[in-house]
């Protein structure tokens, strides 16, 4: 069973332009991670946001957290082709047994 | 810098064939864990290992088996494999379960 969903399942947008991706979950997390994949490689970590926080920044990535939505949005700014790539959200369950859970995606494409 | 090492890239079988997908990390990471991707589905877990000796079913483990004889290493082994078991398999490791994941770069598995 999948705790987070990404929305939306695909994204095109031009380069320079700012994308916007969320992610909606159904029960308390301790935290929320975001991941990037480009094709034919494996997940790397982009960022972890913890239930008590509401904002973080790193580079022209954000990432909001409102844990009264059960949500998550990941904005990337000015957006580079090199900035295609899937990207999912995590989330690691109030008292789950220690893992975390994925989400399904968000295909980013960023067209030159 | 190796991180987490994943043999073979690709790999086809045939029906009820057995193989072993080997994991090796070198980050001295306790926590190690097998993904499935499959198409729209996002990342189901296998199994996963909170330290040698130790390991623990996750959301899919039907037809698969795991060991942790080392902190290194943690293969998977498909026992009799079946087509629904085409898919592409990331193995992670991390300092703990919860914490941002370490990523190889996948196994390509078709099964005919």
């Known amino acids: 069973s999948q705790q987070g969903e990404e929305d939306p399942q695909a994204l095109s947008i031009q380069e320079g332009e700012n994308a916007t991706m969320n992610c909606s979950y159904k029960?308390?997390?301790?935290?929320l991670q975001w991941y990037r994949q480009n094709s034919g490689r494996g997940l790397v970590h982009l960022i972890l946001i913890r239930s008590n926080e509401r904002e973080k920044h790193s580079g022209r990535l954000r990432v909001t957290l409102d844990t009264s939505k059960k949500s998550s949005s990941l904005l990337i700014t000015a957006s580079r082709a090199a900035d295609t790539a899937s990207y999912f959200c995590?989330?690691?369950?109030?008292?789950?047994?220690?893992?975390?859970?994925f989400g399904s995606g968000t295909q980013l494409t960023v067209l030159p | 810098n190796a991180g987490v090492t994943q043999t073979p890239k690709f790999q086809v079988l045939k029906t009820g064939q057995s193989m072993t997908l080997q994991c090796a990390q070198d980050m001295n990471h306790e926590y190690m864990s097998w993904y499935r991707q499959d198409p729209g589905m996002g990342l189901r877990l296998i199994h996963y290992s909170v330290g040698a000796g130790i390991t623990d079913q996750g959301e899919v483990p039907n037809g698969y088996n795991v060991s942790r004889s080392t902190t290194e290493d943690f293969p998977l082994r498909l026992l009799s494999a079946a087509p629904s078991q085409t898919s592409v398999y990331f193995c992670?490791?991390?300092?703990?379960?919860?914490?941002?994941?370490?990523f190889g770069d996948g196994t390509r598995l078709s099964i005919l």
């Open positions: 992670a490791s991390s300092l703990t379960g919860t914490q941002p994941q370490h």
């Open positions: 995590a989330t690691d369950l109030s008292g789950s047994a220690r893992q975390l859970t």
């Open positions: 029960t308390s997390i301790n935290n």
